[in-house]
């Protein structure tokens, strides 16, 4: 809480008006509205991706199914400024697959589904082992096809895990820097996102601005993360005896 | 409907599950595939539900050759010794829900449901989730959610395993009567003999994945086919390589000579007979199961040494 309060003590350090100029400024605007729907966009795909991906890691066998589950992590291992670098050489001007798209939107969504992936596939997959598997047999011994089975029995009981990794994502996706730092190429209006933007106002002696961008986007993380929260607590109703 | 097993035989990796398995079930009949854990029932029940395929033989349901059926199409109810209930769904739900998957009208999915809800005696509990169940309850919900799409055959795995004794005793009785109220033909699945003989007509006993006997609850307990059998259905002594029943043992205060002998040692009294333990000279243990006017006849008390006399014995050729 320390930190909050310090956070929103220094954004109004130079008053009411000046944290609204600062908040309102174009360039703020372009870079929250940039950074808050990239993370949603991301945190959405990686929903059904990071799903997708936790559901062959427990129900299919493969080989080199442990290598990849390992490799899963890689994000949560990896300095993001590395990651950041890897897409760049990947994914840059001189791609060795010829796919440049450094300094653009995409390049921003694709170093976030990099980084965010993880979230979603290790909160899944602990709900989709732990899932009764008697309870997909009674499914279908009273009629019910694979489809069906997975969307009335299996997708009601993983829906918390994937609400959850969702949240987990969006909130890293809004706060990421490092991966994003060197291949948005930072561009205002196009590609700059409001960390950094942030880190921008303090290098141009702008703390207070500063400080009132990361209110706005610590406002909008709160409310993301309780929104998701309340949608939880609504699908896990029946376990509450 | 009649289901009749022929020679099926599942292996899973090494283990062999089931061999040469064959039982005929007659259509309206009430069945205990019965035998000690690993003896096969549970994959044979699996097997009749498709909920596994087997290796080798075929499944044939109301004549018809089943073995390639999905479990969807064979009209079986099943359930589950751990309920496997919809636990994000409300009892109702649980039940309608194979209804709903064959698309029924509304109206006659809502009879149905209160219809069964009153047979299982849930009318109360039908907008309550399974977590706000006790386990009687919830088996009877798992038993009301299979039969609602009428099957053909209701298919029971251990359904009193999870639950304690009283219960367990409560909801026998009541499958029985069930069994008498709906008639469609059941199998279930035990390791309780007492379970068995208590609710079963036919009882088919399993061991390493072979049946051992098929028969009703007398035939088993006065002609067991095989030592296992005399074991596992009722309790039993072994004289020798002769085996006899305890309540077909007497006993004789002054053994004649040359007759075998025996050490008391404790005498228990239930109702109607008397359960006397005994230790034969070799050390090997003997029950004998008495009528209190004989135990009051004899005199009998602990540490008195008695002659022991079989009134019937039978020897089963080794295998």
């Known amino acids: 809480m320390l930190p909050i309060a310090a956070l929103v003590w220094a954004s109004r350090s130079d008053g009411t008006q000046a944290f609204w100029g600062s908040v309102t400024s174009p360039q703020a605007v372009a870079a929250l509205k940039l950074t808050v729907g990239a993370a949603f ?7 059904v991706l990071g799903t997708i991906t936790a559901w062959v890691l427990v129900r299919d066998d493969f080989r080199g199914k442990s290598v990849i589950n390992s490799i899963i992590d890689l994000p949560f291992a990896l300095p993001t400024i590395v990651a950041g670098l890897t897409l760049l050489a990947l994914y840059g001007p001189k791609s060795p697959i010829g796919i440049d798209i450094a300094f653009t ?5 694709a170093a976030l589904m990099f980084v965010t992936l993880p979230f979603v596939v290790r909160t899944v997959q602990p709900v989709l082992t732990e899932i009764d598997k008697e309870m997909e047999e009674a499914a279908k011994s009273l009629g019910a096809s694979e489809l069906t089975t997975f969307r009335r029995v299996i997708f009601p009981n993983i829906l918390p895990g994937i609400l959850s990794g969702f949240a987990l994502a969006f909130a890293k996706a809004v706060g990421e820097i490092g991966s994003l730092v060197i291949i948005s190429g930072n561009l205002p209006y196009k590609t700059e996102v409001s960390s950094v933007f942030i880190l921008g106002q303090i290098e141009s002696g702008n703390p207070a601005g500063a400080a009132a961008v990361a209110v706005v986007l610590l406002v909008i993380s709160f409310a993301i993360l309780l929104g998701v929260g309340a949608i939880r607590h609504f699908t896990t109703r029946h376990d509450r005896a | 409907m009649s289901i009749h097993v022929r020679n099926v035989s599942k292996s899973f990796g090494d283990f062999s599950a089931l061999e040469g398995v064959s039982v005929d079930v007659a259509g309206g009949s009430l069945t205990a595939l019965l035998g000690p854990s ?10 009749i539900a498709g909920l596994e395929t087997p290796d080798l033989g075929e499944i044939i349901i109301a004549g018809e050759d089943a073995t390639g059926v999905r479990v969807q199409d064979r009209n079986v109810g099943f359930v589950f010794q751990h ?9 109702r739900d649980n039940i309608a829900f194979g209804l709903k998957v064959r698309k029924r009208p509304k109206a006659e999915i809502r009879e149905k449901v209160d219809e069964l809800l009153k047979l299982v005696q849930l009318e109360a509990f039908g907008h309550r989730y399974p977590a706000q169940l006790s386990g009687g309850q919830r088996q009877r919900m798992a038993l009301a959610r299979a039969l609602a799409p009428n099957p053909e055959v209701l298919l029971l795995d251990e359904p009193f395993g999870a639950l304690d004794a009283r219960v367990r005793a409560e909801l026998r009785d009541w499958l029985r009567r069930l069994h008498e109220e709906v008639h469609v033909t059941t199998i279930f699945v035990t390791h309780d003999q007492a379970e ?3 609710v079963a007509s036919q009882i088919v006993v399993m061991n390493h994945g072979r049946v051992e006997q098929i028969g009703d609850p007398t035939q088993l307990y006065d002609e067991p086919a095989s030592e296992f059998v005399m074991q596992f259905v009722g309790e039993a002594n072994r004289l020798g390589d002769r085996w006899v029943r305890p309540h077909e043992l007497d ?20 109702g109607f007979d008397a359960r006397i333990e005994l230790v034969t000279a070799d050390g090997s243990e003997l029950l004998v199961q008495v009528t209190r006017d004989r135990l009051e006849e004899l005199e009998l008390v602990a540490g008195q040494i008695v002659g022991v006399v079989a009134l019937n014995e039978r020897t089963f050729a080794g295998r």
């Open chain 1, 41 to 47: 966009i991301v945190a959405v795909l990686n929903a």
């Open chain 1, 105 to 109: 939107r995409t390049a921003i969504l």
């Open chain 2, 38 to 47: 690993g003896s096969g029932k549970s994959t044979l029940l699996r097997i």
């Open chain 2, 83 to 91: 309920y496997a209930a919809f636990k994000h769904m409300t009892v």
């Open chain 2, 196 to 198: 068995a003989m208590d």
């Open chain 2, 251 to 270: 006993l004789s205060p002054d053994p004649a000579p040359g007759a075998l002998e025996a050490q008391i040692e404790r005498v228990t009294r239930y």
